[in-house]
Structures are given as structure tokens and as C-alpha cells.
């Protein structure tokens, strides 16, 4: 257990559905992370909010639409999703995001887009 | 741009050593971790090194040269429960981590 929960674990949607993440950290940290994981790639960085200001947005699609309503909440909504956006979706929380900030992670969502 | 290079996959045998290793470019370097990964779950903290040298930890050790844009990282008396990826990530200038795709590391017995 890190510290960090996610759910649904697995989500299969179709392409016109509209569905939403949800990741909870009970670290007391400041800043939370989305990831984006697909196989045999680097994981890749969605969004990143801190003190609940977003403070990062990889120019990622606008199908994806992050909400932090406080320092212990993420979620991530996604509508007409396409079929390369299924891949494992990660979130982590650290206590900060400049200096040295260990990233504590959850254990994702396995999201199937048919 | 930026690069993080570790192999894809590796195997070893159980109660051996293995390293793996990581090279990187980056725009500045404020320190470099590794994360262990099993399938379906968290990454999970190893290490962190932000100074040349070796740190010890239990049966993992990982090293840095910082001149050399290298690290590795050291797996003594392989178990099977270490069957997982392993990630390298190096944090830049901005504090922003840059992950490596992983090294997916099969033991056998």
C-alpha cells in the first residue's frame, strides 16, 4: 500500500461514453500527478496540480479534462475517447513539486477504449 | 530533446547479480530514481541519487555518474519476487521527471 488509491482498477468504455477517474491520497502531500503508461513506452505526464492549481498540462488532448477539488482528490474525465488512448492510468501524489519530490504512486486504471 | 535509454528486457537466474543500466540526457539533472514495477501494480520507490558514487540498500545498490549521464542499478541474491520493471527516471532542471520506458527483468529459478 503507497498511500495512494485509484478506482475503477479496469474500465472498458466505448467511444461515446463519458466516464471519470478517481484517485484519493492519504499522504498529506501538496501535489498530485496523472500519468499515462502504454506498453514499452515511458510513462507519460498528463497533468500535474499543485496546492489544487494546475501547474502542468502536456498539450494533452481536450478529451481529457482533470479536477482537483481539494489536496487529497484527482480526477480525470474523459469523453469520445479513441482506441489509442487505452493504457493503464496512473496517479501519484508527492509532498511538493520543486526540490527533491519521491513520487508516491497509486495502482492505476486498466482503460480500454472500444 | 530529452532521453532516458535503459533495455527492454533482461533475464537472470535466481541468487545471481544482475545490473541494469541507464543512460540519460536531459536539460540539467537534479537527481535520478528508480522505481521498481510488478505487473498490474504501483511503481514503487528504490532510490534516488543526486551525487557520484554508489548507495547501498539491502540487496540494491544504484550508482551515478553524473559526467557520464550513467546509472545502474545493482540486484544481488536475486529472488523471484524481484520478477518486475524497473524504471529509471531523472528529474531536470524544472524538477520535471523524465521516465525511461523500463526494464522488464525475468528470473529464473
Known amino acids: 500500500e503507497t498511500g495512494v488509491t485509484q478506482t475503477p482498477r479496469h474500465l472498458v468504455m466505448g467511444m461515446t461514453n463519458k466516464k471519470s477517474l478517481k484517485c484519493e491520497q492519504h499522504?498529506?502531500?501538496?501535489?498530485m500527478y496523472w500519468y499515462k503508461q502504454s506498453a514499452k513506452k515511458p510513462l507519460e505526464l498528463m497533468f500535474v496540480y499543485s496546492l489544487e492549481e494546475r501547474v502542468e498540462n502536456n498539450s494533452v488532448p481536450s478529451r481529457f479534462s482533470p479536477e482537483c477539488p481539494n489536496s487529497s482528490h484527482l480526477f480525470l474525465h474523459l469523453h469520445t475517447l479513441q482506441p489509442e488512448d487505452s493504457a493503464l492510468y496512473l496517479c501519484?501524489?508527492?509532498?511538493?513539486?520543486?526540490?527533491?519530490?519521491?513520487?508516491?504512486f497509486g495502482p492505476g486504471t486498466r482503460l480500454t477504449v472500444l | 530533446g530529452q532521453n532516458i535509454d535503459q533495455p527492454t528486457e533482461m533475464t537472470a537466474t535466481e541468487g545471481a547479480i544482475v545490473q541494469i543500466n541507464c543512460t540519460y540526457q536531459t536539460s540539467g539533472f537534479n537527481g535520478l530514481f528508480w522505481y521498481q514495477q510488478h505487473a498490474g501494480e504501483a511503481p514503487t520507490f528504490l532510490s534516488y541519487?543526486?551525487l557520484d558514487g554508489l548507495e547501498e540498500k539491502g540487496r540494491f545498490s544504484s550508482f551515478l555518474s553524473r559526467s557520464k549521464g550513467y546509472s545502474y542499478l545493482l540486484l544481488k541474491e536475486l529472488q523471484m519476487k524481484d520478477s518486475a520493471s524497473y524504471l529509471c527516471?531523472?528529474?531536470?532542471?524544472?524538477?520535471?521527471?523524465?521516465w525511461g520506458a523500463g526494464t522488464k527483468l525475468i528470473i529464473k529459478p
Open positions: 527516471a531523472v528529474l531536470d532542471s524544472n524538477y520535471q521527471l523524465i
Open positions: 499522504l498529506g502531500h501538496n501535489a
Open positions: 541519487n543526486v
Open positions: 501519484a501524489s508527492s509532498l511538493g513539486t520543486s526540490d527533491y519530490n519521491e513520487q508516491f
